[in-house]
T-cell receptor
Framework: RKEVEQDPGPFNVPEGATVAFNCTYS??????FFWYRQDCRKEPKLLMS???SGNEDGRFTAQLNRASQYISLLIRDSKLSDSATYLC???????????FGKGTRLSVIA | EAGVVQSPRYKIIEKKQPVAFWCNPI?????LYWYRQNLGQGPELLIR????????DSQLPKDRFSAERLKGVDSTLKIQPAELGDSAVYLC???????????????FGPGTRLTVL
């Protein structure tokens, strides 16, 4: 089983739609969780960290379920500019390497 | 503030040739990472440095890959000789790791896109 698994998509949604991605991780010792965004032919950039209590940043909401070992990302009111690949990232502790999922591709269509 | 700088941005070589990539991390970041990203995949760690020490190189194919981070700042990643399967994007990232807390935001450079013919 891969350490971090994501549905590769693509998710094709109309503007204004709400879309959710899930990601599962296998290492129960994982401590830190992130969503990174990667535009086509660009480097990954941190979108948001995922906290145990869940967190929201504008139209983006991240949730963590430790019992089931999954992370989710919800995007409300999708914009064309949200089109990108969303990478689920897991880290065991501070200075250990990040483990990336393969990414979920989102296309927001006008 | 300047981000992570990488060069070259693109490199096309023939198989069996050597190639080197250079990375300058964000000033003050003590941890530097080299990743390889194949098409349709997430980045995979090759090597991680804390200052000038390579603390995790378990995924580095040591028969042909080498890396160094002299003086704990810039780093180079070398492949010699390159093989067709080495075609990928090589990403450098840096972070300032707080050992007493979890999580480390990594900042990525633009990557070097390597094509081996």
């Amino acid at each position: 089983r891969k350490e971090v698994e994501q549905d590769p998509g693509p998710f094709n949604v109309p503007e204004g739609a709400t879309v959710a991605f899930n990601c599962t991780y296998s290492n129960s010792a994982s401590q830190s969780f992130f969503w990174y965004r990667q535009d086509c032919r660009k480097e990954p950039k941190l979108l948001m960290s995922v906290y145990s209590s869940g967190n929201e940043d504008g139209r983006f909401t991240a949730q963590l379920n430790r019992a089931s070992q999954y992370i989710s990302l919800l995007i409300r009111d999708s914009k064309l500019s949200d089109s990108a690949t969303y990478l689920c990232v897991v880290n065991s502790w501070g200075n250990t390497p990040l483990v990336f999922g393969k990414g979920t591709r989102l296309s927001v269509i006008a | 503030e300047a981000g992570v700088v990488q060069s070259p941005r693109y490199k096309i070589i023939e198989k069996k040739q050597p190639v080197a990539f250079w990375c300058n991390p964000i000033s003050g970041h003590n941890t530097l990472y080299w990743y390889r990203q194949n098409l349709g995949q997430g980045p995979e760690l090759l090597i991680r440095y804390e200052n000038e020490e390579a603390v995790d190189d378990s995924q580095l194919p040591k028969d042909r890959f080498s890396a160094e981070r002299l003086k704990g700042v810039d780093s180079t990643l070398k492949i010699q000789p390159a093989e067709l399967g080495d075609s990928a994007v090589y990403l450098c990232a840096s972070s300032l790791v707080a050992r007493t807390s979890g999580g480390n935001e990594q900042f990525f450079g633009p990557g070097t896109r390597l094509t081996v013919l």
